[in-house]
């Protein structure tokens, strides 16, 4: 109910349990490279997951989740995207 607008997410093979795919009534698209893919390749949609990753890193403290609890992770989470928000409304400007 939350997150009422979220119909679809994008994950990495990390994220590919039925634990994952029934926590929530949003759908998680596993983004896997082909079979017998060697080297680098540009996926149609793994290039958002790996976005996504480079995003959170870049604020040091969600590079490894040291949080006693989820609602401080959850609240550097949002911190993380305001500033990444802030950062691209001031380029627009």
Same mark, same amino acid.
């Given at each position: 109910? @939350?997150?009422?607008?979220? $119909? &679809?997410?994008? #994950? !990495?093979?990390?994220?590919?349990? !039925? =634990?994952?795919?029934? #926590?929530?009534?949003?759908?998680?698209?596993?983004? =896997?490279?082909?079979?017998?893919?060697?080297?680098?390749?540009?996926? #149609?949609?793994?290039?958002?997951?790996? =976005?996504? +990753?480079?995003?959170?890193?870049?604020? =040091? @403290?969600?590079?490894? !989740? +040291? $949080?006693?609890?989820?609602?401080?992770?959850?609240? +550097?989470?949002?911190?993380?995207?305001?500033? &990444?928000? &802030?950062? @691209?409304? #001031? @380029?627009?400007?």
């Amino acid at each position: 109910r @939350r997150w009422a607008f979220v $119909e &679809l997410c994008f #994950a !990495d093979s990390g994220y590919a349990g !039925d =634990r994952v795919a029934n #926590a929530s009534r949003i759908r998680v698209e596993i983004v =896997r490279k082909p079979k017998g893919q060697v080297g680098f390749t540009v996926h #149609a949609r793994r290039w958002v997951v790996e =976005r996504f +990753f480079a995003w959170i890193n870049r604020n =040091r @403290r969600l590079a490894k !989740d +040291f $949080e006693a609890s989820i609602a401080s992770a959850e609240a +550097f989470l949002y911190a993380a995207s305001v500033m &990444l928000l &802030l950062r @691209r409304s #001031a @380029r627009c400007g």
